[in-house]
């Protein structure tokens, strides 16, 4: 029963994957690829390293790599720490008993059913800087000059950074919310008969109950937003101020009539490098603490 | 019949268990000011989910024009116009859009699901090798950035001839729903007792037939959490359908599509607005079918992962 999707994997992940490493040290485009349509055949060569000393150089024609490298990672861990607060937090009101709680909880949940390009779309078009909501709203708070958000600014950047905890948070909530249904009540009541305060209550058995749950989803966002292309390419396109590795793969991928395959490849692997070093960090971190994952 | 009973017997007390932490603080335990707090914090966290949807609900009545005043009004020369020509095809051809889409996320959520059950029922019930080191490369998978796989994903699709048709971009979207599933339903099926599969197979039932009469029916919650997200990543996805479908106007899925009302210099705001509420509606369907599950679904899956 397995074979089926270890086959589709191999195919469809496992093979480019290989390809994709392979064409990383090619100079590979649109040019020069091969075309069965066209019944042309491959005429790229081998380049050595050559992609990886210019993207590694920080050079500006390359991404200015190490730049957004830091903005990446500014991104990511912004976006996961918003997501983790905040749906802990609403899952924690959740988790009592609430009149309308099941109201409230379909209300909460409503950003995660919306397809990420309509929130997009939606975004945008509150956050323009003459007519959208937003700044109306804070012109009526009082705020003469309110930011131009999507412009070549840092405001851009943290547009996108609220676009994208609106819509993670739903699914941090839903999973923490699952994890705190599967800690024991007794744990609580223990803890009460012992005169513990709520805050010692949420720190030591809530916390750790949840370790398993919040590894596990920290982790997953972690990497999903690492690797979150849709959001910002919609909102902001090809805006430097908001390149993350990913968007920038990308541009690198439809950019002009030469589609530079063998730089959108070489971007590829070094995410995915840096994903792998990250993943293994954390997994030794969790271990050390006795976590068996 | 034998079978039956034990499954009502395991699965009740599980039931029980969960319910546990809602008896825990009764609303007669809170003041009444920590009442109101809490439910203002829950008012303002809905609005704040609810609001971009409904402002896009808004908008999509107005004409386009209307839509980019500077003092906005709820209702402003509103009417259907911007429906009805949109489902006319004056702007692109809108139903054969929706229908790929359509096509295209049931394809996908259905082999999604169908693939993800088999190798998570495989993974949690039977020891086989190379197990553990499957589950790891699916963890792995979720890191592969597309940008690695968009090249050769393309070229493979080329010489296969599925580039720029709707088979290619399903196989491509199971890469990206399959593993995560697995890993999901894998837990859930953990949390079923392996009591039920050993009656069943005293019943005379074969592996299969454990595995599709009585093991799915059960993991009903984790299963509709898969579909909804399998749904939902076909349903929503930007960059392979854009990258993968050909030019042809009626080739495209709506995630593609829409962006014709984007335009360099001028947004048609009222018209965006009209098809995304149309695009959203399925989804939110989808949504509504399975929402009670998704707490339990998503929870055992990443409480056991």
């Known amino acids: 029963m397995v074979l089926p999707v270890v086959v589709v994997i191999a195919v469809l992940v496992l093979f480019p994957l290989a390809q994709g490493v392979f064409f990383t040290f090619t100079n590979i485009n649109e040019g020069n690829i091969a075309n069965p349509i066209l019944d042309r055949p491959a005429s790229y060569v081998s380049v050595g390293l050559d992609n990886y000393l210019k993207i590694l150089s920080g050079d500006a024609s390359y991404g200015a790599f190490w730049s957004t490298l830091v903005r990446t990672l500014v991104w990511t861990f912004g976006c996961v720490f918003f997501h983790y607060t905040i749906g802990l937090g609403l899952a924690l009101l959740l988790n009592r008993q609430v009149r309308g709680r099941s109201v409230y909880r379909v209300l909460l949940i409503l950003p995660w059913a919306v397809p990420a390009f309509i929130s997009a779309f939606a975004w945008k078009y509150m956050f323009n800087a003459q007519y959208g909501i937003i700044n109306q709203f804070l012109r009526f708070l009082g705020l003469d000059d309110p930011p131009v958000w999507l412009g070549q600014s840092d405001w851009a950047l943290v547009a996108v950074i609220i676009v994208n905890v609106w819509l993670g948070v739903p699914f941090m909530m839903v999973a923490l919310l699952g994890g705190l249904q599967s800690i024991p009540g007794d744990l609580y009541e223990a803890a009460e008969v012992d005169g513990a305060t709520p805050w010692q209550r949420f720190r030591n058995v809530t916390l750790p109950g949840l370790r398993s749950v919040s590894s ?54 070094l995410i995915l490098s840096v994903l792998l070093v990250f993943a293994g960090v954390y997994r030794r971190a969790l271990r050390k603490q006795g976590e068996v994952w | 019949m034998t079978v039956e009973a034990a499954s009502v017997k395991v699965v009740q007390p599980e039931q029980v268990a969960r319910r546990r932490p809602e008896r825990l603080r009764k609303r007669t335990d809170r003041s009444r000011l920590a009442s109101v707090g809490l439910h203002g914090a829950l008012v303002v966290a809905s609005l704040i989910a609810v609001f971009p949807v409904f402002w896009v609900l808004v908008t999509s009545f107005k004409p386009d024009a209307k839509a980019v005043e500077t003092t906005p009004k709820l209702v402003n020369d509103s009417s259907l116009d911007n429906y009805v020509r949109i489902l006319a095809g004056d702007k692109g051809d809108f139903l054969a859009w929706f229908g790929n889409s359509v096509l295209i996320a049931l394809m996908t959520t259905v082999l999604a699901v169908f693939l993800s059950a088999t190798t998570g029922y495989a993974a949690s019930r039977f020891r086989f090798p190379g197990k553990r080191s499957l589950m790891l490369s699916f963890l792995v998978v979720q890191m592969f950035p597309f940008a690695v796989l968009i090249v050769p994903l393309y070229n493979i699709l080329l010489v296969l001839g599925l580039q720029g048709t709707s088979m290619g971009l399903v196989l491509v979207y199971c890469t990206t729903a399959v593993p995560f599933c697995t890993y999901m339903l894998k837990g859930y099926f953990d949390t079923i007792p392996n009591d039920i599969d050993e009656a069943g197979r005293v019943d005379g039932l074969s592996p299969f037939g454990v595995f599709w009469r009585l093991v799915l029916p059960l993991a009903r919650p984790g299963l509709a959490v898969t579909a909804f997200y399998a749904f939902l990543t076909a349903w929503g996805e930007v960059a392979f359908a854009s990258a993968f479908l050909s030019a042809a106007d009626e080739s495209k899925t709506l995630a593609v599509g829409l962006q014709v009302f984007v335009q360099q210099n001028r947004t048609e705001w009222g018209h965006l607005a009209a098809a995304s509420i149309l695009v959203a509606i399925p989804a939110i369907i989808v949504f509504y079918l399975v929402q009670r599950f998704l707490v339990t679904g998503l929870a055992s899956g990443a409480v056991k992962g």
């Open chain 1, 216 to 269: 596990t989803v920290v982790l997953l966002g972690i990497i999903w937003t690492f690797n979150m292309f849709a959001i910002i390419y919609l909102i902001t396109g090809p805006n430097p101020n908001t390149r993350i590795l990913v968007t920038y793969a990308f541009e690198r991928f439809f950019s002009g009539a030469s589609r530079d395959f063998a730089v959108a490849s070489t971007y590829g692997v």
